[in-house]
């Protein structure tokens, strides 16, 4: 499979993936999915700045992202796949981008979210999107940097989805 990782980190490409991420696994393409940076030349620049000369960076949107994934585009390519949010991973894997593991290693607190974990702050919005993602069988787990311990984030956002539901 040419996905090697999928992560959800509100700030895309930063030290933690190139000194931690890049550093472990063996990736040769970052795929940013992300209507916000398609349109964010400035954030498009930096990132690629920031990112090895020897790591292909692809910005798309996460519709053109699953068409690319889901045409074949990357089958000889081994892939990270980096989203702001848990809602473009939902719309990826409903249309077609098949993943398996979903990482969240920053949603980060902002006005209106609450805090379950330290690197995992949730509206009711994401709470409904990740709770999605975990109805099909997809593992959804917690870690900042390869070497931290795996935390299994399922219980976390079915416990948060129940008591949303009941307000």
Same mark, same amino acid.
Do not use: F, H
């Given at each position: 499979m040419p996905i090697v990782l999928v992560r959800i980190d509100d700030r895309l490409v930063h030290g /933690? @993936?190139?000194?931690?991420?890049?550093?472990? @696994?063996?990736?040769n393409t970052i795929l940013i999915a992300s209507d916000i940076v398609v349109q964010d030349?400035?954030? /498009?620049?930096l990132m690629a700045m920031a990112v090895p000369h020897n790591i292909k960076l692809? @910005?798309? &949107?996460?519709?053109?992202?699953t068409n690319a994934i889901i045409s074949g585009k990357y089958? *000889?390519? =081994?892939?990270?796949?980096?989203?702001? &949010?848990?809602?473009? @991973? %939902?719309y990826m894997i409903e249309n077609g981008a098949n993943f398996k593991s979903v990482n969240i290693g920053g949603m980060h607190f902002i006005?209106?979210?609450?805090? %379950? %974990?330290?690197? %995992?702050?949730?509206n009711d919005n994401d709470v409904e999107n990740l709770y999605k993602i975990c109805i099909r069988a997809i593992e959804i787990e917690g870690?900042?940097?390869? !070497?931290? !311990? =795996?935390?299994n984030i399922i219980p976390?956002? !079915? =416990? !948060?989805?129940?008591?949303?539901? *009941? =307000?």
């Open positions: /933690q @993936i190139v000194q931690g991420w890049l550093k472990t @696994i063996d990736v030349t400035m954030q /498009q620049m692809d @910005i798309k &949107s996460p519709k053109d992202a089958n *000889k390519e =081994r892939v990270m796949v980096l989203a702001v &949010s848990p809602s473009d @991973i %939902l006005s209106g979210k609450r805090q %379950l %974990l330290y690197n %995992l702050c949730v870690r900042v940097l390869p !070497e931290d !311990e =795996r935390i976390l956002i !079915e =416990r !948060e989805y129940k008591a949303m539901c *009941k =307000r």
